[in-house]
């Protein structure tokens, strides 16, 4: 086994994921001398993404911990006990001079095998309300790295809190308003909408463009990024559909005028470091209210449109109004930029290499 390995642990979605695969190239690049393994899931969009990557990898069969009454309360304990001690033998393994944790029910089983061998953990929690497994990790961490400058960690915590930002991948600037347009086989002379539904998706985003695709059409054309299985049946010239994309959202997010998405902390980093104008729909009622949390604090700040779930009729007025007012788009691009700063990855690497120096 090489030397100096940190573990990146998280998962469960590619919100996760993403973050995670940009510092670890930020701590090569600062560090060669530290060698990455990841530690996912088995859903095929992250094993996919880390091949791409050429990343090295193992996965685990963590359970995510049931909410509300679920079968899962029953499989959950056995899959846990599972997870942790594949989780240990992967620490024992390997001994990792520090585990990485970007969140998510992944996480939690690495961290906890490796606080239990004495490795040294640093969270990286993005939203502005940490999730139950980042509140769990957070109290064996050494630093906790966040993305919003406002955390509702609790008080105890506080002192090891440092914002960072939310880490973004390199291939996120590197989009071609040219390629965007060239993929989508869209003239260019027409104002683009972009609508994400995040890594999974979103019915109700779906559903909303089908019920107004047509007004829609009038005022854009419009990408479509439906999730996995979620595609609707619409087809036109100036439509251009997709479950997911990879390596072509760059150019994507380079050719788009103005975004629809959920208030996803992974979405709305990349679209603050790009400076895109977006139209907020926060998924209500998902842990701990997080993305309604996000959309409230942007929106105080003009750095995006919050536009609630139980309002999407509104879709089409609201983003006539935005198309037809480029200054205000970028006022809010440069508005999110402010709130959710760039060069997140560099600065959590920084905190990983100053948690392994040596202390005098």
Known sequence: MPKNVIIFSGGGSSGHLMPSLAVADAV???NPAFTPLFICSSRADEVEALTAAGQKFVIIHAGKFPRGFSPRIISFPFLFVISFIESLVHVLRTRPVLIMSKGGFVSVPVCLAGFVVRVPVVLHSSDSVPSLSDRIIGRIARTICTGFPESAFPTSLQKKAVQTGNPVRPSVFEGSHAAGQRITGFSGRRPVLMIIGGS?????LNEAIEKNFQALLDLADIIHLTGEGKMIN???ARYFPRTTVLAELPHLYGFADLVVTRAGAGVLSELAALKKAAIVVPLP???????VKNAEFLATRQAVEFLAQDRLSDLPFVVSTLLGDSAKRAAMGEALSKA??????AKVAEMILDVLAPKS
Not at 285 to 291: E, R, T, W
Not at 340 to 345: I, V
């Open 28 to 30: 090569t690049k600062k």
């Open 200 to 204: 999974q998706g979103s019915v109700a």
């Open 234 to 236: 619409r087809q036109h």
């Open 285 to 291: 009622g998902v842990a701990h209210d997080h993305q």
């Open 340 to 345: 959710l700063p760039a060069n997140a990855a």
